[in-house]
């Protein structure tokens, strides 16, 4: 097994469960895996009150997940997307990026790209934590559960070089929120109306992780809704 890698990120305000404590509206957009078509498309949705939670390139496509965030909790003033050629890169990027306010909120490895993207807002932060796990479901589980235990929140998860690699935020109150990983089907009818079924739960979708012929998505949602 590859020597999992820690990248440690602190926030001076959360926002896990309480931001998208009330999502009830999602969708997935997909666009060209081209850097401008990427920009416009989150451009376009963002300009509605859509947020990106999740990112996934396949087929010389990215798919977008993204939820209706109409009140701007936020409070996002800004956004930005970059590329990085591997994960050196990326460390020293995202400490640049949050150096100068921002936060990442999606992450995929695509065509030998780290694609991410960052908002700028109320939160803040000053460092970071990737986890890598084994490509199957009972240890992607365990790991998001060890991160959460520490007071982690998965932004993302994507696949480098045949493993799972999990992107996380510092956030104690993650410890008190319920969370699922579910593994879905990517035939577009059984999909759309698995996650219906979960939002309609009260279940806040977060991630979106292609991955052979499957979707994994990471749920969370306050403890007693």
């Known amino acids: ?9 602190a926030l001076t305000l959360l926002f896990s469960t309480t931001t998208f404590a009330a999502i009830t509206e999602w969708r997935v957009a997909w666009t060209p895996a081209v850097k401008q078509k ?17 990112l996934s390139g396949r087929n010389n496509q ?10 701007n909790t936020l409070g996002i003033r800004r956004w930005s997307l970059n590329w ?12 640049t990026r949050l150096n100068n306010g921002y936060l990442p909120m999606g ?17 803040r932060s000053s460092g970071w934590k990737i986890v890598n ?9 365990s790991k998001i559960n060890g991160l959460i235990e520490m007071g982690y929140f998965p932004v993302d998860i994507t696949i480098v070089d045949g493993q799972f690699v999990i992107l996380a935020i510092n956030d104690p109150s993650a410890r008190n929120m319920t969370w699922i990983i579910k593994k879905h ?27 052979l012929n499957n979707i994994f998505i990471f749920y969370f949602k306050h403890r007693g809704q």
């Open 107 to 123: 992450m995929t490895y695509y065509r030998n790209m780290v694609w991410v993207f960052y908002v700028q807002g109320r939160i």
């Open 84 to 95: 990085y050629k591997n994960i050196n890169a990326l460390r020293a990027g995202l400490t």
């Open 185 to 211: 089907s990517n035939k577009t009818n059984l999909f759309r109306s698995q996650v219906t079924t979960m939002v309609n739960q009260r279940w806040v979708p977060y991630t979106f992780t292609y991955h």
């Open 133 to 141: 796990a084994e490509p199957n479901a009972v240890e992607l589980r």
């Open 62 to 71: 990215i798919f977008i997940l993204y939820v209706k965030n109409p009140n």
């Open 1 to 9: 097994m590859k020597k999992t890698l820690f990248i440690i990120l």
């Open 38 to 54: 990427l920009h416009d498309n989150i451009s376009q949705h963002m300009n509605q009150h859509w947020i990106p939670v999740g």
